[in-house]
């Protein structure tokens, strides 16, 4: 599976921005997909994943109820949709399929920088 996200950006705090994902592979429709994101001079750290047909999500506690994941199986791509962003959220964001929990992947795209001033 490849990856490429895009959709980062610069946006005030209380914005919103849409995070893309289009993989390439056969495999995309039974993998897991998920977002997690590198603050600076921090580890990377799990944001949110979604099963293979999109009817379980999980989220990180710091972004429940402020950003949503979804999947289109048919375009191969998954998104984040971020509202109400924070200058916390301030990250580069990495897209990831078949995901280890929350712990890791085996696949990951390229970064894309997000951020949120204040």
């Known amino acids: 599976v490849q990856l490429q996200a895009s959709g980062g950006g610069l946006v005030q705090a209380g914005g919103s921005l849409r995070l893309s994902c289009a993989a390439s592979?056969?495999?995309?429709?039974?993998?897991?997909m998920g977002w997690f994101r590198q603050l600076a001079e921090k580890e990377r750290e799990f944001v949110a994943s979604?099963?293979?047909?999109?009817?379980?999500?999980t989220y990180a506690e710091p972004v429940k109820d402020r950003f949503t994941i979804s999947r289109d199986n048919a375009k191969n791509t998954v998104y984040l949709q971020m509202n109400s962003l924070k200058p916390e959220d301030t990250a580069v964001y990495y897209c990831?399929?078949?995901?280890?929990?929350?712990?890791?992947?085996?696949?990951w795209g390229q970064g894309t920088q997000v951020t949120v001033s204040s």
């Open positions: 592979g056969r495999t995309f429709s039974s993998s897991s």
């Open positions: 979604i099963g293979w047909s999109g009817g379980i999500t």
């Open positions: 990831a399929a078949n995901l280890y929990g929350s712990r890791g992947a085996h696949y």
